[in-house]
């Protein structure tokens, strides 16, 4: 599933500009996720030092994924980027047991900031590909996911990699776009 198909089905609001912010820890998929959606190769992957950002324009309109670098010294750095955010997507990598409470640290934090706060959010539990990974139902829970009732959310299980699960998760973000 490649950009220009989620721009037709964002076709409906012409000369709107989207801006949808992607999270989350380093090694958590971003990156790869960010090239699927680009239709890019994702053979080769490297950390993201600072930010990487992919536009496309058809049709008078404009997507912009912002994919913002999660090493922890970066992370500071992320509530620059919430301004005129119209969808957050927050990739969790599934296989990172040991990390599993600092993903939720990180997200609870994100969930505390106030321009945030009528934003959906598309929580991507990544690496499904791999044997032994959390269910979704397991991160969930551990992130507080089941608390949240008066947020805009949903999860979905993907493999960034293998590109599964992506366009499932990109045509919700679409639909609660159009909402706003």
């Keep these: 599933m490649g950009l220009l198909s989620l721009l037709r089905k ?26 699927q959606l680009a239709s890019e190769e994702v053979t080769q992957v490297t950390p993201t030092a600072g930010f990487n950002i992919k536009s496309v ?19 500071p750095y992320w509530k620059n980027y919430f301004e005129n955010t119209d969808a957050l997507i927050y990739v ?8 599993l409470a600092e993903t939720g640290n990180e ?8 321009k945030l706060n ?20 397991e991160v969930a829970e551990a992130i507080g996911l089941v608390k949240l009732k008066d ?17 499932e998760g990109m045509d919700w973000v679409c639909k609660n776009i159009k909402k706003n």
Excluded: H, Y
């Excluded at 912002?66 to 992370?75: E, P």
């Design 10 to 35: 964002l076709r409906s609001a012409p000369e709107k500009e989207v801006r949808i912010l992607l999270l989350g820890l380093d090694n958590s998929g971003k990156t790869t996720l960010l090239k």
């Design 57 to 75: 324009a058809a049709d008078g309109f404009k997507i912009n994924f912002w994919d913002i670098g999660g090493q922890s010294k970066i992370r």
């Design 92 to 99: 969790i990598d599934c296989s990172d047991r040991k990390r």
């Design 107 to 114: 997200f609870s934090e994100l969930l505390a900031d106030e």
């Design 118 to 137: 009528d934003v959906p959010i598309m929580i991507f539990a990544n690496k499904q590909d791999l044997q032994n990974v959390l269910k979704v139902s």
């Design 151 to 167: 947020r805009t959310w949903q999860i979905q299980e993907c493999s960034a990699l293998e590109g599964t699960g992506i366009k």
